[in-house]
């Protein structure tokens, strides 16, 4: 890593010099530029994106503490501000302006990818005052309230979750790059917030939009010297894809072909259709299992890799006794369990996380009570391909790759939340 001379802050604002972006009726997209300065390079994991999110009504008033106090209407508890962004582009301002990392389904990628904290991370600290974030859906709700209508609303600073600016080690050479453009774009409003409990007297309308103020990139440029800097002449980061597929049956075979030159792993999520965009009477980042699992397998080439043997759940939720109660309708596998969770961790062995029996019981509840209470679960099936070694992965360049998974999805199996089993599944597949 390059020795740094000395260091100094930077705090940037928008190009465009517009001091209010909103979601409705205003710019929707933020960009900053990071120009090249002589001698300085740049670390890209000190960069933290910070401003204020207002929620604000048709009339121009923000609504207040008073307002959220009959408002049934939050945003998902472990995602906090990152909830507002959708989609996330970096460019190099050299010749021809290229694309260095476009990171689409922003907000459901940096939700599964906090699979990695515990409940007691997002009660305070970073991800508390800093991110907020909280351990239940009425705690985020706070943080959308102003105190008045007429005062702006919380404070906020997050790290952009993308590969090049969070697991890039290297520092990058601005001069070479002659400088970075970031570009963020926000999320619609059915798809940042949701309502609680969709029956409630008041919830999510059109008369709800987010406002973001005072908007900075705040980071910190290294002076180094001049030998250090000619040698810095590239950077490594892992990228991420969604190759969208459709669970169309109980018992369905999908299929994707990654076609990159090094695999660390696939993670997927699935999501009811319902639920996959603009609904407002659901989380649109929510990543719970697919309904009523009951096995799965994984092929590379026709053949069962990396491991030759079906993963069984058991009990599976259709086999639970009819009369269990929603907070004990628990199901799973140790083995599934702990391949996701390592795959999550990128590390062996595993450690904790938000996947756990407790966060599935309480996102049962809420499927079956047609609720949004909380939003900590976090779970799916995940391969890992670097088998839990740091910087090993496997060529997938003509590959053929396959998941075949056995479900409750369109059968009439009890117990299973009805509001999921009866519709098919969009499964995520994330290939990193």
Same mark, same amino acid.
């Given at each position: 890593?390059?020795?740094?001379?000395?260091?100094?802050?930077?705090?940037?604002?928008?190009?465009?010099?517009?001091?209010?972006?909103?979601?409705?009726?205003?710019?929707?997209?933020?960009?900053?530029?990071?120009?090249?300065?002589?001698?300085?390079?740049?670390?890209?994991?000190?960069?933290?994106?910070?401003?204020?999110?207002?929620?604000?009504?048709?009339?121009?008033?923000?609504?207040?503490?008073?307002?959220?106090?009959?408002?049934?209407?939050?945003?998902?508890?472990?995602?906090?501000?990152?909830?507002?962004?959708?989609?996330?582009?970096?460019?190099?301002?050299?010749?021809?302006?290229?694309?260095?990392?476009?990171?689409?389904?922003?907000?459901?990628?940096?939700?599964?990818?906090?699979?990695?904290?515990?409940?007691?991370?997002? @009660?305070?600290?970073?991800?508390?005052?800093?991110?907020?974030?909280?351990?239940?859906?009425?705690?985020?709700?706070?943080?959308?309230?102003?105190?008045? =209508?007429?005062?702006?609303?919380?404070?906020?600073?997050?790290?952009?979750?993308?590969?090049?600016?969070?697991?890039?080690?290297?520092?990058?050479?601005?001069?070479?790059?002659?400088?970075?453009?970031?570009?963020?774009?926000?999320?619609?409003?059915?798809?940042?917030?949701?309502?609680?409990?969709?029956?409630?007297?008041?919830?999510?309308?059109?008369?709800?939009?987010?406002?973001?103020?005072?908007?900075?990139?705040?980071?910190?440029?290294?002076?180094?010297?001049?030998?250090?800097?000619?040698?810095?002449?590239?950077?490594?980061?892992?990228?991420? =894809?969604?190759?969208?597929?459709?669970?169309?049956?109980?018992?369905?075979?999908?299929?994707?072909?990654?076609?990159?030159?090094?695999?660390?792993?696939?993670?997927?999520?699935?999501?009811?259709?319902?639920?996959?965009?603009?609904?407002?009477?659901?989380?649109?980042?929510?990543?719970?299992?697919?309904?009523?699992?009951?096995?799965?397998?994984?092929?590379?080439?026709?053949?069962?890799?990396?491991?030759?043997?079906?993963?069984?759940?058991?009990?599976?939720?259709?086999?639970?006794?009819?009369?269990?109660?929603?907070?004990?309708?628990? @199901?799973?596998?140790?083995?599934?369990?702990?391949?996701?969770?390592?795959?999550?961790?990128?590390?062996?062995?595993?450690?904790?996380?938000?996947?756990?029996?407790?966060?599935?019981?309480?996102?049962?509840?809420?499927?079956? =009570?047609?609720?949004?209470?909380?939003?900590? =679960?976090?779970?799916?099936?995940?391969?890992?391909?670097?088998?839990?070694?740091?910087?090993?992965?496997?060529?997938?360049?003509?590959?053929?790759?396959?998941?075949?998974?056995?479900?409750?999805?369109?059968?009439?199996?009890?117990?299973?939340?009805?509001?999921?089993?009866?519709?098919?599944?969009?499964?995520?597949?994330?290939?990193?």
């Amino acid at each position: 890593m390059a020795q740094s001379l000395y260091r100094k802050y930077f705090e940037l604002v928008p190009v465009n010099n517009i001091t209010t972006f909103a979601v409705n009726n205003g710019t929707n997209q933020i960009s900053f530029l990071i120009p090249p300065v002589n001698g300085a390079t740049l670390k890209t994991t000190d960069l933290v994106f910070c401003g204020t999110v207002t929620v604000v009504k048709d009339n121009g008033n923000n609504y207040s503490t008073a307002d959220f106090d009959t408002i049934d209407v939050s945003m998902d508890s472990v995602n906090g501000a990152h909830n507002m962004i959708s989609r996330v582009d970096i460019i190099s301002q050299g010749s021809g302006n290229s694309l260095i990392e476009q990171r689409r389904q922003y907000s459901l990628i940096n939700k599964y990818r906090r699979g990695t904290l515990s409940k007691n991370d997002l @009660a305070a600290g970073k991800y508390n005052v800093q991110q907020l974030c909280s351990t239940n859906s009425n705690g985020a709700r706070n943080w959308l309230a102003a105190k008045s =209508n007429n005062e702006a609303g919380h404070d906020f600073a997050v790290q952009l979750n993308t590969g090049f600016l969070m697991d890039n080690v290297q520092q990058i050479n601005l001069g070479a790059a002659n400088g970075l453009l970031v570009k963020l774009y926000l999320s619609e409003v059915a798809n940042a917030l949701f309502n609680i409990n969709p029956s409630a007297a008041q919830k999510l309308t059109s008369d709800f939009n987010i406002q973001l103020t005072n908007v900075k990139l705040f980071g910190r440029y290294d002076f180094v010297t001049n030998p250090v800097l000619q040698s810095l002449n590239g950077v490594q980061f892992r990228k991420i =894809n969604d190759l969208i597929s459709v669970v169309q049956s109980s018992n369905d075979t999908l299929a994707n072909s990654p076609m990159v030159s090094s695999l660390h792993k696939i993670v997927h999520i699935y999501q009811p259709n319902s639920s996959t965009a603009n609904n407002v009477n659901a989380n649109n980042t929510s990543t719970n299992q697919i309904v009523g699992l009951k096995k799965y397998a994984v092929s590379n080439n026709g053949s069962r890799h990396p491991y030759n043997y079906d993963i069984d759940i058991t009990p599976t939720m259709s086999n639970l006794p009819a009369n269990a109660g929603n907070q004990g309708r628990v @199901a799973g596998n140790a083995e599934q369990a702990y391949f996701f969770i390592s795959a999550l961790n990128g590390q062996y062995p595993p450690v904790h996380s938000l996947v756990n029996a407790q966060n599935q019981a309480d996102a049962h509840a809420d499927q079956v =009570n047609i609720k949004n209470n909380t939003t900590l =679960n976090v779970n799916g099936i995940a391969t890992d391909y670097s088998y839990g070694f740091r910087g090993f992965s496997v060529p997938m360049v003509n590959n053929l790759l396959q998941i075949n998974i056995e479900s409750s999805v369109l059968t009439n199996d009890a117990i299973v939340p009805t509001t999921e089993r009866d519709q098919t599944q969009t499964q995520n597949a994330f290939i990193e």
